[in-house]
């Protein structure tokens, strides 16, 4: 059996293609009409699961909730029907709810009352009063909140059933049992789940009473249409029996003793009011004024909140009462943060709690009333805020917390124009309600928002830093600041950044730093590090490497991610101070990293970060002070197991360089190569070992170091045997794949090796052969191409010139090593003789009919291609054409052009 | 088998002078004979008199004899036959074709007085048979020519109450700590339109507890030689819930309840009259020991102002 010989420089000439020149790069993006057409396409093609899903799902489902609440009844606007849901939704979700709520007795009578309708006692007033006298006195009851929500969702559907059942009496009966229920404000974190889902009740009886005067308004009683009412109808167009329905509606609400219950069920009639008058807005007021009756703060401010609610189905835009319930609000506030220790509804003491549970109602309230950009500037006179919007005083205290949400839905203008004027309300503004240093806080991120519209920023700046440090905490210090860094920073305010920057700097040493002030000091840092381009000025600012070295923990982490994504966004890193802080910096990072941790997100940001800072750093002509560089990274980041792979990338790039660069540097090569030769075994996988170990060993053969190229593929043929066995979990066919393919590198890299004189020239190819029955991982499938690349290796060797060669001169290929050398031709020949058995042994243990059939074919190209004819290679052919044509029958198409191959082949040889 | 009173007007009210119209309405499964359809008119005042109040005598008494307003009876059809299924009669009676009715007080139904107007149809159906019958309520109004003009002028009436102007005693912290409630309020009100006001708690060294508008009626009824009053509640309106922000006004704002009031009226045997009484209670421990009480009793926490109510109507 005899290889065939072949002349690569002929088979190239004949199969190259012919070359033509042309103009622009095939692969270069270009302004092309057919590119911006396969935009086009898919831009139509695109599926945007998200955004598909909002505008065709999600939109109708809203709808047709909303549309159920509002069966084409009251004219309210849409959007603040969806804005009330949406808000009560969150006012649900903000306060957690105990399991078990304690409720006044009253209270607990509705809920575990009975559920037969109709059995409801008709009580008079003067019974109902002593009742809730005499209940009193039992003091509280706790009832679950599983219950309670149930009873009012029973209490719901049985008001819904009653009125069905024109049992309209029982109805309003029953809503008036929930609305008493709002009068129980010691469920305290409960009050605005019980007022949602209360007010849901009023909503409704509000809407179901609306469509019955409506309906009597537009027909007769025999069901013929009289008029058809607009949404803006006047009141005189309402037939007298509407009116006297609607009349008799007000009075039985009007006959109800208690002030809260009369108020909410008015209120949730209230928009029926415009069927007896046109003006209906001093109504609304007089509702106002009535609340004032109501002294707990926390029912009294829901109360409000629900009268605004109710406002927004008037067709009348006025704000009147939204300015009265603010300043009505504001002297209860006032009366609150001004007493110590006075009992207030049930809320002894816990001011607090108190006041974050009316905070949703301000914050609705103030967003009202600023709903309409046209109606500020006489919202801000109304609300006695200023003359106009330009000019606003600055010096009439507020209750912080209406201070707080009024600032956040002021226009960003106003803030803007009056910056030194809400500077001083917000320092006039002091009170428990709401922290002062957020009021600051929120001026600084609404000045911000208009960072270019601001005019007296020296004024401001010097304001709020004199401001911020009478603050003694250090957190409120660093978060007004923070807040105000960006106007500093836009306006390059150094001076004052500096005095800043010494404050933090000597507050910081002077008290144990806790996480939230790291966090605001994170905050002002990253800032910092984000807004200078240049690192190299931001590391000269006084103080800041003394401040980043006080930080500890997750924020000095990120900080440190932030300098190095900074730094690294420039092409090259080459100064030598900025390397070295920079590399401090890393290191930081490095050892502030758990690799123990279990959030690879952070490891792997952190990581690919250093790395890519390795890879900037550039020491242009100094490739020794690099190389010292790598090894100091080696050491510093030696948990970065990636990172150990950019370095011996970056060495032997280190390198080739030198080796590009002048001839007498072998001693530098050298040293890299040993670099990697130390690096390499610490990274833990075998797989990346061996890529790593091959291309050191490529450029050793490069750089003409042949002993050390024999060295590191020893290491790579040890990776290559230890693979599967530590790396343990590779079961995949792809990581199978990536071995097999490393497997004909190497192969292939071996044409440019010296055969090994101690070891025997093939003693390479022979141990990948033993190590293919060592390893059981290796599938015959894999096995056959591993085979077929040894053969095609050893049918090179054969030949008489080999088609490449090492470009160091001193490195010699086999070619020419062992030309005419009998022992050589007599040991290929062997070892070809044992690919080739061990390619006939193989194929039939692969369990696939298939795929055995395939492998068959493809040896058999294999051997035709290599082999010159002869009767043993015909008879293994037409062998393995028999298990093909037996597996996979004679039609298919692979095995139909083999059999043309090799028919080709025993015709005439060499004919390509 | 049935016979029902439809009247013209859903809210059934109507002036003396005007026409009580409506239909009667028959359903029957099969047609009947009748011996005429008649309808009766009847108003009156009905007076009581409790044990407790007038006295001993009068107790026994009890109810005294009705005071005869109207009492008229038309006949609609003369005898003859009703078809079997729905039928509808309508009918118009004149409720004051003048003279000889007493005079057409407005509907009241109080504690102790009551002004009843009844609509009543008779179908006579002979010996053999029982005859159909059914009754309804209407309401009567004052004929418009009687009243004053709209709008009177609104009589406000300012009033305090201090711990000074209360004529029980009150308790020692109140007394010394002293407190002042202000406001206005209508004393001449239109019984269709709200009773209005305002008030403010100016000074309260005690916690206000509640503030409550209670809506009185005094009933006085001749009885022999005595007069016979007794006051009662019609409606009690809380405006005041918990100790309220001082200086700051609440408005006064009842509704006055249909039927349950009436113009204020002084005729021979009997007068209905009206009051509204402030009632002030304020934050005590006290409060709790009390278990049933009448809201009007003079307790020691509680402080009050009464002032006359006059009740009219107008165009």
């Known amino acids: 059996m005899e290889f065939k010989a ?3 420089r002929a088979e190239e000439e004949i199969h190259s293609l012919t070359r033509v020149s042309v103009s622009s790069h095939p692969l270069c993006s270009s302004s092309s009409s057919s590119s911006s057409h396969t935009q086009d396409h898919v831009s139509v093609e695109f599926f945007d699961p998200l955004r598909g899903l909002s505008t065709e799902i999600m939109e109708p489902v809203e709808d047709v909730v909303v549309a159920e ?7 309210t606007s849409h959007l603040s029907t969806k804005e009330w849901t949406s808000f009560n939704k969150l006012l649900m979700q903000r306060f957690p709810v105990p399991k078990m709520i304690s409720v006044s007795a009253l209270s607990s009578k509705t809920i575990k009352g009975k559920k037969v309708i109709g059995e409801l006692p008709a009580k008079t007033q003067l019974d109902e009063l002593n009742d809730s006298e005499k209940s009193t006195e039992k003091g509280f009851k706790i009832v679950s909140q599983q219950d309670y929500i149930k009873r009012l969702h029973e209490l719901k559907d049985e008001i819904m059933r009653s009125w069905r059942s024109d049992d309209r009496a029982t109805s309003l009966k029953l809503s008036i049992k929930v609305a008493m229920l709002l009068m129980d404000t010691c469920v305290a974190q409960f009050y605005p789940t019980l007022f949602v889902l209360a007010t849901d009740i009023m909503d409704m009886l509000g809407d179901m009473v609306w469509v019955r005067i409506r309906e009597k308004a537009e027909f007769a009683d025999d069901g013929t249409k009289i008029c058809t009412l607009s949404d803006d109808f006047e009141a005189n167009s309402v037939c007298l029996e509407a009116k006297e329905t609607c009349n008799n509606w007000f009075r039985k609400i009007a006959s109800i003793h208690e002030l809260l219950p009369r108020i909410y069920l008015e209120l949730a009639i209230f928009p029926c009011w415009r069927f007896l008058r046109n003006d209906v807005i001093d109504n609304l007021m007089r509702m106002v004024m009535m609340i004032r009756g109501i002294a707990d703060p926390l029912a009294s401010a829901y109360c409000r909140f629900f009268l605004i609610h109710c406002a927004q189905k008037l067709p009348q835009r006025d704000a009147g009462h939204l300015v009265t319930c603010i300043s009505d609000q504001k002297i209860l506030l006032r009366q609150i943060v001004s007493m110590k220790e006075t009992k207030y509804g049930n809320f002894l003491g816990d001011h607090k709690l108190l006041i974050s549970l009316m905070e ?5 309230t103030m967003r009202c009333i600023f709903k309409d950009p046209n109606q500020v500037a006489d919202m801000i006179v109304r609300l006695e805020l200023g ?4 000019e606003l005083h600055g010096k009439v205290p507020w209750i912080s917390i209406i201070l707080h949400y009024l600032l956040k839905e002021l226009p960003t203008e106003v803030v803007c124009s009056n910056a030194l004027e809400i500077l001083h309300l917000v320092d006039c503004s002091s009170d428990f309600s709401f922290d002062q240093y957020l009021n600051y806080k929120m001026v600084g991120l609404k000045l911000c928002e208009g960072i270019d519209q601001l005019n007296t920023v020296d004024a401001v700046i010097d304001e709020v830093i004199q401001a911020a440090t009478k603050r003694k905490i250090l957190d409120e210090y660093l978060k007004i600041l923070d807040a105000y860094m960006d106007i500093i920073l836009h306006y390059n305010m150094d001076r004052s950044l500096s005095s800043i920057l010494s404050e933090i700097f000597e507050r910081l040493c002077n008290e144990v730093v806790t996480e939230d002030e790291l966090a605001s000091l994170q905050s002002i840092v990253v800032k910092l590090v984000t807004h200078f381009d240049d690192m190299k000025y931001v590391f000269d600012l006084n103080y800041f490497v003394d401040i980043l070295d006080v930080m500890h923990g997750s924020s000095r982490s990120i900080v440190c991610m932030h300098i190095l994504t900074n730094a690294t966004r420039n092409d090259r890193i080459d100064d030598l101070t900025i390397v070295k802080l920079l590399f401090d910096v890393a290191q930081s990072l490095h050892d502030n990293v758990d690799f123990s941790n279990t959030r690879q997100d952070d490891n792997q940001q952190a990581e690919r970060l250093v790395a890519r800072f390795v890879d900037k750093v550039d020491h242009g002509m100094e490739l020794d002070r690099h190389l010292t560089f790598l090894v100091e990274c080696r050491g510093a980041f030696s948990s970065m197991n990636d990172l150990k792979e950019i370095l011996v990338h970056s060495s032997n790039l280190l390198a080739i360089r030198a080796l590009r660069e002048k001839k007498n540097n072998l001693n530098f090569i050298k040293s890299c ?24 060993a490529e450029v050793s053969l490069f750089g003409g170091l042949i002993s050390h190229s024999d060295g590191l593929l020893d290491s790579a043929l040890c990776c290559l045997q230890n693979v599967y066995l530590v790396d343990g979990l590779r079961k995949s066919n792809e990581d199978a794949d990536g071995i097999v393919s490393l497997t004909r590198k190497l192969c292939s890299f071996m044409l440019l090796v010296p055969g090994n004189l101690e070891q025997g020239a093939m003693y390479i190819p022979k141990s990948i052969l033993s190590l293919l029955d060592s390893q059981s991982w290796i599938t015959p499938k894999l096995r056959i191409r591993i085979l077929c690349s040894l053969l095609s290796l050893s049918a090179t060797f054969a030949q008489n010139e080999f088609p490449y060669h090492a470009i160091h001169e001193e490195v010699i290929g086999n070619d020419r090593l062992f030309l005419g050398d009998a022992t050589y031709s007599q040991e290929l020949r062997s070892l070809s003789r044992v690919i080739l058995d061990n390619m006939v042994d193989i194929i039939p243990q692969e369990p696939s009919q298939v795929t055995r059939g395939k492998l068959a074919l493809e040896a058999c190209n294999c051997i035709t291609s290599f082999y010159k004819v002869n009767d043993e290679i015909s008879s293994i052919c037409s062998k393995l054409m028999e298990t093909a044509i037996s597996c996979l029958g004679g039609g298919d198409k692979y095995l139909q052009s ?13 004919d390509y | 088998m049935s016979v029902e009173i439809k009247l013209s007007r859903s809210n059934r009210t109507y002036r003396p002078n005007e026409p009580l119209q409506g239909k009667i309405i028959t359903r029957l499964p099969c047609s009947i004979s009748h011996r005429g359809i008649h309808v009766t008119v009847n108003g009156s005042v009905n007076l009581q008199v409790r044990g407790g109040s007038a006295g001993f005598i009068e107790s026994i008494y009890g109810v005294l004899k009705p005071i005869r307003i109207v009492k008229k009876t038309i006949q609609v059809h003369p005898s003859g036959k009703i078809s079997a299924g729905t039928t509808e009669m309508p009918f118009s009676v004149v409720l004051n074709d003048g003279g000889k009715e007493g005079k057409f007080y407005e509907t009241f139904h109080g504690e102790n007085i009551s002004i009843q107007y009844l609509l009543h149809v008779d179908v006579v159906r002979g010996y053999l048979h029982k005859s159909l019958s059914a009754t309804v309520e209407f309401i009567v109004e004052s004929e418009l020519v009687v009243l004053p003009e709209k709008p009177i002028s609104p009589e406000m009436v300012f009033f305090y109450i201090t711990q000074d102007t209360q004529r029980h005693s009150l308790l020692p912290q109140l007394k010394s700590g002293g407190f002042k409630i202000s406001g206005r309020i209508c004393t001449q009100c239109l019984v269709s339109d709200p009773l209005v006001g ?13 503030i409550d508008i209670h809506l009185l009626r005094v009933e006085s009824i001749m009885v022999g030689e005595n007069i016979a009053t007794e006051t009662s509640i019609v409606q009690t309106t809380q405006i005041a819930d918990g100790d309220v922000c001082h200086s700051l006004p609440l408005p006064i704002y009842v509704m006055l309840p249909r039927l349950l009031t009436c113009p204020t009226m002084f ?16 934050q005590t421990e006290l409060y709790n020991m009390q278990t049933k009480s009448d809201p009007r009793a003079f307790r020691k926490w509680v402080a009050m102002e009464s002032l006359p109510l006059e009740l009219v109507h107008s165009k």
Not at chain 1, 387 to 390: E, T
């Open chain 1, 6 to 8: 072949r002349d690569y």
């Open chain 1, 69 to 75: 609440k509002h069966p084409a009844s009251q004219p």
């Open chain 1, 360 to 364: 949703p109602t301000i914050e609705y």
């Open chain 1, 387 to 390: 003359k106009s919007p330009s």
């Open chain 1, 673 to 696: 190569i040993t670099f990697n030769e130390v690096t390499i075994p610490c990274i833990p996988s075998y797989a990346r070992q061996l890529i790593l170990y091959l291309e050191t």
């Open chain 1, 898 to 910: 083999t059999i043309n191959f090799v028919h080709k082949h025993q015709l005439g040889e060499n």
């Open chain 2, 198 to 210: 305002e008030l403010t708690v100016e000074a309260s060294a005690v916690p206000v507890y509640s």
């Open chain 2, 267 to 282: 005729a021979g045997p009997f007068s209905v009259e009206f009051k509204v009484t402030i009632v002030v209670t304020f």
